[in-house]
């Protein structure tokens, strides 16, 4: 397809910064030509429009730690304690979940993510099938994605059969829009000899496969200030220093880890993931919402490290809403450092953005420059809300819901347009989960008799 979007304010969050009357072009899956509309329109004439006046038009958001099956169980346990919430609500649901309502949950919240500006998401969750499954749902809806199988001690056999069908059946597809990653649960739930062997194991699929993209290791990391001593109870180890000093002793880290979470660090953890070129994701929402902590965002980034942004998964949010997410990622730590300079609006907007795809290794997303891969979104700002606008990255971080974004194209294709999700029946999507969520609590019921 050949697209010129113009007529907005292009935020290209790459070198030639806030474009006001901006126009782009498009060819295909690519950008190709950015900068001020009298410049760009003459040179696209016969390109197909895209009117967008009177919004912003900026790369699509990166959710950069998510669990999207489980978009079929929010809801259905909230405001316990997190022992409790997931031992006696959470993992009796789950484990009634077959590959079919895996894929419905996913659909649902890739269907949520676009309408609401994000077009890649890192999922983390079983892959148990060799089509019902995350890669197959966000290849369907057309968004992008890493999908991941995560790995416990207790089933490495099925975790390598796992992982080494989703890497050949799955990585580099759909046009290069779905990649996949080796995914060790937490520290605490992974043993130090398997941990090695899957970083060893990320290592020879990305010799193997890391031509069609990397194979990263998205793992949780100190979640909670208790990790240290969940390891020592679970492996008999010390990580007293630190998770990350625990994991740097393995030998496991490098610049393509994503660690989830990063709440519970020490300073020497912050030094090793600067070092080291670990990625971090925060997830201010979920750590809120399961009072985990806070993670110590301005310190990593006063290090150099790399701090994404996640919702983490549906039923610890309880939305994949990156634009609560950034607001909340800003005002949680200036309420924390008693410091409103802290965490500003453009910092937040590179972490949803450009910093996203620097975590998941993929640099040819997160900004709208030729030559980078057309993920952009259109947000419209005539609303009440936003009128007047003083300041777009204000508006975007503190102002805007995401049901103010119009139009999404991920890949240089329109699967938003005015509000309307075009690659799927979205009535479709939630008849189909609705009847998953009574199929689910009907073999629940089955099970207690
Ligand atoms: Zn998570």
Wanted: charged share 25%; net charge negative.
């Amino acid at each position: 397809m050949e697209l010129l979007v113009e007529g907005g304010t292009v935020l290209t969050m790459g070198q030639k910064g806030t474009i006001r009357d901006g126009a782009l072009a498009i060819e295909d899956d690519r950008i190709v030509a950015v900068g001020r509309a009298r410049e760009i329109k003459p040179k696209f004439r016969r390109y197909e429009r895209l009117d967008a006046r009177g919004c912003i038009i900026m790369p699509g958001l990166v959710n950069a730690h998510q669990h999207i099956s489980m978009g079929l169980l929010r809801g259905y346990a909230d405001d316990y304690p997190l022992k409790e919430w997931l031992e006696q609500h959470i993992w009796p649901l789950e484990a009634k979940m077959e590959p079919y309502h895996m894929y419905v949950g996913s659909l649902l919240t890739c269907a949520e993510s676009l309408l609401s500006g994000v077009t890649t998401v890192n999922t983390m969750y079983h892959y148990a099938h060799p089509e019902l499954n995350e890669a197959k749902a966000i290849a369907d809806i057309g968004m992008r994605g890493v999908v991941g199988h995560v790995c416990f001690s207790w089933r490495k056999e099925e975790d390598r059969r796992a992982l080494d069908d989703l890497v050949r059946r799955w990585h580099g597809t759909a046009d290069g829009r779905v990649r996949v990653s080796v995914d060790p649960h937490a520290p605490y739930t992974v043993d130090p000899d398997y941990m090695v062997e899957l970083r060893r194991l990320t290592n020879e699929y990305n010799e193997r496969y890391g031509h069609e993209g990397a194979i990263t290791f998205h793992i949780h990391v100190a979640e909670t200030p208790d990790e240290p001593d969940k390891i020592r109870e679970a492996f008999g180890v010390s990580a007293d220093e630190g998770v990350v000093a625990y994991l740097d002793r393995l030998g496991v880290l490098g610049p393509d880890m994503v660690a989830a979470h990063c709440v519970a660090l020490t300073g020497k953890d912050i030094a090793i993931m600067a070092r080291r070129g670990v990625k971090a994701v925060h997830n201010p929402v979920s750590n809120m919402k399961l009072a985990s902590g806070v993670s110590p965002v301005v310190e990593l980034l006063r290090a150099g490290v790399v701090v994404a942004l996640g919702t983490d998964g549906p039923c610890s949010n309880n939305t994949a809403d990156m634009f609560e997410t950034m607001k909340f990622a800003s005002l949680l730590q200036k309420v924390v450092l008693n410091d409103p300079t802290a965490l500003p609006a453009r910092t937040v907007l590179e972490m949803a953005t450009v910093r996203g795809a620097l975590a998941l290794s993929w640099p040819e997303i997160g900004a709208i420059e030729p030559g980078k891969k057309a993920d952009l979104i259109v947000i419209d700002v005539r609303k009440p809300h936003l009128t007047p606008l003083y300041s777009e990255e204000s508006h975007l971080v503190y102002a805007v819901r995401s049901s103010d974004v119009r139009t999404v194209l991920v890949d240089g294709e329109i699967v938003v347009e005015d509000r309307e999700l075009k690659t799927m029946d979205l009535a479709d999507i939630m008849e189909e989960a609705t009847k998953a969520k009574e199929d689910l609590l009907s073999r629940l019921e089955e099970g207690k008799t």
